[in-house]
């Protein structure tokens, strides 16, 4: 299964981004891939295991260069997650590769099971992820996989929005020694930041500061509300932007300070409006007393639009301008509240 990679700027993104000077780099999975096999290279141990998705994953070369080092299970998820487990239960560190609308469900209890109860040292890599293989519809839309991994005790959930975080994430996850998901989309990213590399993909990056209103996001919509918050600029307003590559753990000092400091919330991403980012964000604030006007932009609970990604990114809000709209429109409703 392949699809071409999509579409995920309009015209008027990528020229907003071009005059704010953000370099585009490569797509997220060229850049796992890259790095997986810069750690394999000196790590015997370090496997990738895959269901059909060599190509898809970008693991031609790795394979190419560590033919004892990759598995190919063919498409059978449920396997992919227990061979990976068994292999881990033999003291190797694996990556269990495969497109992560399936990933996700069909392996779910294999997942639950095998690696989160077992504690396995698995890195389970949902890739195509969101709504990267968009014109091929719903099926094969991934809107579940954080809520399904948040609600499985055990597992680190990472959605990494540029190669930065990228290279931080899967240095992290090849390190941890525990269950691990990693999401990547297809499309190629914007280097959000220009700080040295991450240490800890769990700590969340202040891309842009101010009081006024947070755009909180994660994964490919990051780029979206950074952009966002230079339409925002425009009128006045005075956005934070944070990139939260961990949508499990959560950020806690991160969240509540923005939280407590602006007027206004923020959370946008390529997920279902149920059990992802915005519902871990909002009982987060809630629980610790705090009431800002909060707002979420996701994909309704509905038959999920069929089109490039950008096309589906702006149908449901999660556009630079869809995301400008919600935080204006909240700001109003915070005047009234007060």
């Not at 979206?224 to 230079?230: F, K, M, P």
Request: proline share 4%.
């Amino acid at each position: 299964m392949s699809a071409p990679a999509p579409s995920l700027y309009s015209a008027d993104a990528k020229a907003r981004a071009e005059k704010l000077g953000l370099r585009m780099g490569k797509a997220n999975l060229d850049v796992f891939a890259e790095t997986l096999l810069e750690l394999a290279t000196t790590d015997r141990n370090l496997l990738a295991v895959t269901s059909d998705s060599r190509g898809s994953g970008k693991l031609k070369p790795f394979g190419e260069a560590l033919p004892r080092q990759i598995v190919e299970v063919g498409i059978a998820e449920q396997n992919l997650v227990g061979v990976a487990a068994g292999l881990a239960s033999c003291g190797k560190k694996v990556f269990a590769v495969s497109p992560a609308c399936f990933l996700a469900t069909r392996s779910l209890e294999q997942i639950k099971n095998d690696v989160c109860y077992s504690d396995m040292p698995v890195a389970l890599v949902g890739i195509s992820a969101g709504v990267s293989y968009g014109a091929l519809g719903s099926t094969h839309h991934s809107l579940h996989d954080f809520a399904a991994l948040r609600a499985s005790h055990n597992v680190t959930v990472l959605a990494p929005a540029d190669n930065r975080e990228t290279r931080a994430a899967v240095r992290w996850a090849a390190a941890h020694g525990g269950p691990v998901y990693l999401r990547f989309g297809k499309a190629a990213l914007y280097d959000l930041a220009s700080e040295p590399a991450l240490a800890d993909p769990r700590v969340a990056s202040v891309l842009r500061g101010g009081d006024d209103v947070a755009l909180i996001a994660t994964g490919e919509a990051v780029i979206h509300c950074l952009l966002a918050a230079e339409l925002l600029a425009e009128h006045g307003v005075d956005a934070r932007v944070l990139s939260l590559p961990s949508v499990k753990p959560l950020d806690e000092a991160a969240l509540l300070a923005a939280g407590r400091e602006c007027r206004a919330v923020i959370v946008a991403e390529e997920h279902l409006e149920h059990g992802g980012l915005g519902d871990a964000v909002a009982r987060l604030l809630l629980s610790a007393g705090m009431a800002p006007v909060f707002r979420g932009v996701a994909i309704p609970d509905e038959d999920t639009y069929t089109g490039s990604q950008a096309d589906i990114f702006g149908r449901y809000g999660l556009s630079m301008e869809g995301i400008a709209d919600r935080a204006l429109r909240a700001l109003d409703a915070a005047k009234v509240a007060l």
